[in-house]
């Protein structure tokens, strides 16, 4: 056993929950970073694209045989493989490199990585952490392509023989889908985030994973003892006695409450004292909707739209919209679908031709303020969401609303829609319900005028917390101050929360905070209907709001907004309900 001084932590983030221990296997590769630059001359121009579009066919070919070997656990991902595939081809890199190639008359290596960190720098000014994350998909494939023009062995996952944790400099969705789950207990990156495929498949094989650990691959070496908290978003090095007797028991009573929680994850959320909540599912592409119906969610609380509206030069077309809504609407009938209409600002309104002239993004022209600009755009989302309308429980929810005037127009937007359909012949349903995100402050502050509009508030904390806190959500040097149970987020929940009550609307939340157990107490005490999370964390939600009372939980609350830090509020979830909770706060 180490010594206790060399117990190392090392704080990331929680790409997948659950606990693992063991040793630590590192899969970097090596000599892809060194790219050399060199001229060719005119008449070599011509070999070099060939060379070059050898390298991206011998990637595909790669990549094509990884789609067809996927486990069936992941085949109702191999969209975000397929999503690769095409982006061998996309021209910001495959047309790019050509290009580049062509007029600077470079090597084809130097050509790809140029290209690649042009792309890259347009994704980099993306506020929006799931299309900023996307980036990283343009880096995978152009890894591949370029470890086939130098020539080095890709990694091989599937080969590895022993009972390991992967430690890596970064892991492409391909490579983490060859992950077999017998022999690999989770794996931690350098690179990566919450909302990487990278991630989304590790959450769907349901292993631990920690990313963007910046320095894991230099801290850790083989066969290193590591525990990998992936609800925290950590990982201990050389453990202590102590620590690894800690963390093996609350593996075990994680595990056992998992089990537990998986079992009876179809029977509804019902308080210890009658009291019921809707689970819900928050996805961001069609495919997920299994994982939903998997893990006994009672619907889709957030369906994320922008995918639609990736890697094209076009806006989609109407119909494409509406095949693939109303695909998800039938899937879920008779449980709701709750849409929410494109949140994406004008710097990737197409991925392909950015604008990147806000000086803050997050703050600029994004989600309804974009939509109501471009209202062509926006009717026909409106338009397709009316026609999906007809085949099941939709409900259409509006992203980023800060004024009341916002929603008014949406909604003359929508009749308007309505109208045209009609006169056009279409199918549709306006009677849907409709509901607004109260994720600024300013939302919340008018909730009791908000109200008076539309039928369903859905709390959106990841903003909420980001706009009240004035801490940018994806920032890692002021992610430890980003914390959803401070006083002044709490006080905004307590406000919305009466007046959805006192107006007689609904209030749901489908922000990360709705899927940490430490939250429930309080969130049930709050009064919140539903509860929208990512479909793994569902059972485990379920499970524990089975436990709480919440009458108590009430009561509990009036003490929890008494609270003037955080960290009260927090040693009070423990004080009162830590007993509940497997996760204790150390
Ligand atoms: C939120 O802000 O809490 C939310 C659910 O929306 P997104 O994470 O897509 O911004
Ligand atoms: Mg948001």
């Not at 007029?103 to 290596?109: C, F, G, I, Q």
Request: glycine fraction near 6%; include cysteine; aromatic fraction near 6%.
């Amino acid at each position: 056993m180490a010594p206790k001084e060399h117990e190392m932590l090392l704080k990331g983030i929680s790409g997948s929950p659950g606990i693992c221990i063991g040793k630590a296997y590192l899969v970097d590769r090596e000599g892809v970073d060194v790219i050399e630059k060199y001229y060719i001359s005119e008449d070599k121009v011509q070999s070099e694209i060939s060379r070059f579009k050898n390298a991206v066919k011998k990637a595909k070919k790669e990549l094509a045989e990884v789609i067809e070997g996927l486990p069936e656990e992941l085949r109702h991902h191999s969209y975000i493989l397929e999503t690769h595939m095409l982006l061998h081809k996309d021209k910001m890199l495959y047309g790019k490199a050509i290009e580049i190639i062509e007029t600077e008359k470079v090597n084809a290596e130097w050509a790809l990585k140029e290209a690649t960190s042009r792309a890259k720098a347009m994704f980099a000014n993306i506020s929006d952490p799931y299309l900023r994350s996307r980036s990283a998909d343009v880096e995978h494939v152009s890894d591949c392509i370029m470890r086939n023009l130098v020539g080095v062995q890709d990694l091989n996952i599937s080969n590895i023989d022993k009972r390991v944790i992967l430690v890596a400099h970064n892991l492409s969705p391909a490579e983490t889908s060859q992950i077999q789950l017998e022999r690999i207990k989770g794996f931690i990156t350098n690179r990566g985030g919450k909302a990487s495929h990278t991630s989304i498949i590790a959450r769907t094989l349901e292993i631990p994973a920690v990313l963007g650990l910046e320095n894991a691959t230099e801290a850790i070496e083989n066969d290193d003892i590591i525990i990998v908290d992936g609800n925290k978003g950590m990982v201990i090095v050389d453990p202590d006695e102590e620590t690894l007797f800690r963390y093996e028991e609350l593996s075990k009573q994680y595990e056992a409450q998992k089990a537990d929680a998986i079992r009876t994850s179809d029977q509804p959320a019902v308080s210890s004292d009658g009291v019921l909540l809707g689970i819900m599912g928050n996805i961001e592409m069609p495919e997920e909707l299994v994982a939903v119906k998997d893990h006994g969610g009672d619907g889709v609380g957030l369906l994320r739209t922008e995918f639609l509206y990736l890697n094209r030069s076009q806006y989609p077309p109407e119909d494409e919209l509406f095949e693939q809504y109303k695909e998800v609407v039938e899937l879920m009938d008779p449980k709701p679908v709750t849409i929410r209409t494109l949140d994406i600002n004008g710097d990737k309104e197409i991925s392909a031709v950015p604008t990147p002239d806000e000086a803050n993004p997050a703050l600029g022209l994004r989600a309804i303020r974009f939509c109501l600009k471009k209202r062509g755009v926006f009717k026909t989302q409106l338009r397709a969401i009316l026609r999906a309308a007809v085949h099941g429980y939709v409900r259409l929810l509006l992203p980023m609303i800060s004024s009341c005037e916002e929603v008014r127009e949406t909604l003359k937007l929508l009749d308007e829609s309505a109208e045209e359909l009609s006169r056009e012949g279409y199918a549709f349903n306006r009677d849907i319900e409709i509901g607004v995100m109260i994720e600024v402050p300013s939302s919340a502050l008018i909730a009791d005028a908000l109200a008076e509009l539309v039928d369903f508030f859905s709390i959106g904390t990841n903003d909420l917390v980001q706009y009240t806190l004035a801490i940018d959500r994806v920032n890692r040097h002021v992610a430890d101050l980003y914390n959803p149970l401070h006083p002044a987020v709490i006080r905004l929940l307590k406000m919305v929360t009466d007046t959805a009550h006192e107006k007689k609307i609904r209030v749901y939340m489908c922000g990360e905070m709705a899927a940490e157990l430490l939250n429930l107490p309080v969130l049930l005490g709050l009064g919140f209907e539903e509860l929208s999370m990512a479909p793994q964390s569902i059972p485990m939600i379920k499970n524990m709001i089975r436990k709480i009372n919440a009458a108590d939980a009430r009561k509990f609350v009036e003490k929890v907004c008494r609270q003037n830090s955080a960290l009260d509020t927090m040693q009070l979830i423990q004080d009162s309900y830590g007993d509940l909770l497997t996760q204790k706060f150390e």
